[in-house]
């Protein structure tokens, strides 16, 4: 297992947060890390389009970037939400351990948890 990190950003802080710790509660991720509110400027439909929006940073195991991709996906209000992950080449090992053991594997064969 190895460890990654997936940002994505939302247009709504209270949506964000409650994502993030359902998220956590489901033991998908270790932590996210909520940035205070910036602004994306962005080519939508032919538009040059301006939005507030917080962008999260969560820590998690390289297995559960898809079904973590899929569940912020699912709840997202944008069409296309911005929703990347790469993996972690290097850091502190224990930070790394820790991060790995709040993931919890699917029981079941195509369990989502």
Same mark, same amino acid.
Not at 7 to 32: N, W, Y
Not at 37 to 56: F, H, L, M, P, Q
Not at 77 to 91: A, K, N, R, T
């Given at each position: 297992m190895?460890?990654?990190?997936?940002?994505?950003?939302?247009?709504d +802080?209270?949506?964000a947060?409650?994502l993030?710790?359902? +998220?956590?509660?489901?033991?998908?991720i270790?932590?996210?890390?909520l940035?205070?509110?910036?602004?994306?400027?962005?080519?939508?439909?032919?538009?040059?389009v301006?939005?507030?929006?917080?962008?999260?940073l969560?820590k998690?195991?390289?297995?559960?970037? #898809?079904?973590?991709?899929e569940?912020?996906r699912?709840?997202? #209000?944008?069409?296309v939400?911005?929703?990347?992950?790469?993996?972690?080449?290097?850091?502190? #090992?224990?930070? +790394?351990d820790w991060v790995?053991?709040?993931? +919890? #594997?699917?029981?079941?064969?195509?369990?989502n948890?």
């Amino acid at each position: 297992m190895s460890v990654s990190l997936l940002l994505f950003s939302h247009p709504d +802080l209270q949506a964000a947060e409650h994502l993030v710790r359902t +998220l956590v509660e489901d033991r998908m991720i270790a932590c996210g890390h909520l940035f205070p509110a910036g602004v994306s400027i962005y080519s939508w439909e032919g538009k040059t389009v301006r939005d507030e929006e917080v962008n999260v940073l969560v820590k998690l195991s390289r297995e559960a970037c #898809p079904a973590a991709m899929e569940k912020i996906r699912a709840s997202h #209000p944008y069409q296309v939400p911005e929703i990347l992950c790469w993996s972690v080449e290097d850091g502190n #090992p224990d930070y +790394l351990d820790w991060v790995l053991s709040r993931f +919890l #594997p699917s029981t079941k064969e195509g369990e989502n948890r």
